[in-house]
């Protein structure tokens, strides 16, 4: 058997081991979530859920959250750098993705003569 017990091969003399290229799977100490790393041997490792965790924004930690727990918003201005790439996110810390962008910007006619106030997205 490979080391995740996926697949059985017979094995050439010599052949200790075998990984297969499938996703381990098994269940981790948590007990919620499955093992994402390819065929492996040994303990899978602890849940990536758990530990210290950050608000949607990033700019508060909460240690030692259950991985069934979502971290909460901490109120702060957001602050990510939205789709438009030149302004940021000006909502309080929030799941999700970030509104369009509602920035007033100059634009200006190809003539040069004339400009006008447009929302940036």
Excluded: I, N, W
């Excluded at 499955?34 to 508060?60: N, Q, W, Y």
């Excluded at 030149?86 to 369009?100: L, P, V």
Aim: one cysteine or more; proline letters at 6%; a positive charge.
């Amino acid at each position: 058997k490979c080391a995740c017990g996926a697949e059985t091969r017979h094995l050439t003399c010599g052949e200790r081991r075998f990984q297969c290229t499938k996703v381990c799977g098994k269940t981790l100490a948590c007990g919620q979530h499955t093992c994402e790393l390819v065929c492996h041997a040994g303990p899978c490792g602890g849940c990536p859920f758990e530990g210290v965790r950050t608000c949607p924004c990033g700019k508060h930690t909460y240690p030692e959250l259950s991985c069934l727990d979502k971290p909460p918003t901490c109120g702060m201005t957001c602050g990510k750098l939205l789709p438009c790439g030149q302004h940021r996110c000006q909502d309080r810390c929030h799941t999700g993705d970030c509104a369009t962008c509602r920035a007033t910007v100059t634009k200006e006619c190809r003539c040069g003569k004339t400009t006008k106030e447009v929302l940036c997205s």
